[in-house]
């Protein structure tokens, strides 16, 4: 009755631009919702977004973390060691290659929500090399070498009925690590799962992650309480990070399946009712990170990392 598939890529570099694209589509009895997203966010600017619905598309492969999507502007092509996308529509234009991927980030975050429903939120790889352009109504950008990231969400869950009603979630690069993490609680704040992946050199860690938000830090955006600054910790593999994780501005505000382009009012409501129509802040932020092995310690200021707080 219902099923829920997102790809997600972003990149952000030394200077603080930042661009993502995502294509979701949403099952939900016999309706098929397909959605493509690309943003572009440049210092001094304002951010500017393009969403269509589709008419179509094709899924080859193993999985979500290796498979090809045919759409009918281009092609999305997905694996851990490269990645690709071409697509073009109206103003939009893209042409990324993320090479150079760091390979699986092994097991995935997953919720079981019913006998038969699932959340599954997996990191496709935690680096890839990003070249290419974005081209977007006026404005063009290119990766030039930035660090890029990729990761899929899978639900069968009608959303409803999923226990997280926030979501917050976070990636960043530095030439020692780098790094991503999700957590996710109830209304009442009690954790529904909360977990951290790191690679430090050639293998990926993951374990518990800790999170605990600064008091008194909520800020409203567009209408939303979305917590402030925050610090997270964990322990994997022998090592331990932390992380002190301040907010400079918002990058993008939407939703998992954007609706500026579905034009029938009907069709608006149901997906709105069917959804609960989440909402996510992405940030540009900065954190200061500590990590502490068995053979040494290092702490790293002021790193430009990319963090979302979505309300479910």
């Not at 997203?37 to 304002?46: E, F, I």
């Not at 492969?61 to 045919?70: E, F, K, N």
């Not at 979305?226 to 932390?242: M, N």
């Not at 939703?255 to 540009?284: C, E, N």
Request: with cysteine.
């Amino acid at each position: 009755m219902f099923l829920l598939r997102k790809w997600y890529f972003d990149y952000l570099t030394p200077g603080g631009e930042y661009a993502y694209v995502y294509f979701a589509y949403l099952k939900l009895g016999g309706r098929l919702v397909r959605s493509l997203t690309v943003h572009v966010a440049v210092p001094g600017a304002t951010p500017i977004t393009r969403s269509f619905l589709l008419n179509g598309h094709e899924e080859q492969g193993t999985g979500m973390i290796s498979c090809a999507l045919g759409l009918p502007c281009g092609e999305i092509r997905v694996g851990d060691r490269t990645s690709s996308l071409f697509l073009a529509r109206d103003d939009c234009m893209v042409n990324l290659v993320f090479a150079s991927g760091t390979g699986g980030a092994g097991a995935p975050v997953e919720i079981v929500t019913g006998r038969k429903s699932r959340i599954v939120w997996a990191p496709v790889a935690l680096r890839y090399t990003v070249s290419g352009s974005i081209a977007l109504g006026g404005t063009v950008v290119e990766p030039g070498g930035a660090s890029g990231y990729i990761d899929t969400l899978e639900s069968t869950c009608l959303p409803p009925l999923v226990p997280a009603r926030t979501l917050y979630w976070g990636r960043a690069h530095h030439a020692l690590f780098d790094m991503t993490y999700v957590h996710a609680v109830r209304r009442d704040g009690e954790s529904v799962c909360s977990r951290f992946y790191i690679q430090r050199g050639s293998g990926v860690q993951s374990g518990p992650l800790s999170f605990v938000p600064e008091p008194d830090g909520a800020a409203e955006t567009a209408g939303v309480s979305v917590p402030g600054d925050y610090a997270v910790s964990g322990t994997a593999g022998g090592g331990r990070f932390s992380a002190r994780v301040h907010r400079l501005h918002a990058v993008q505000e939407s939703g998992f399946i954007d609706q500026q382009d579905v034009a029938s009012p009907v069709l608006r409501a149901l997906i709105r009712m069917f959804t609960r129509d989440p909402r996510g802040t992405k940030h540009l932020s900065r954190a200061d990170v500590a990590l502490v092995f068995p053979r040494g310690e290092e702490n790293i200021t002021g790193l430009g990392l990319i963090d979302e707080c979505v309300r479910l």
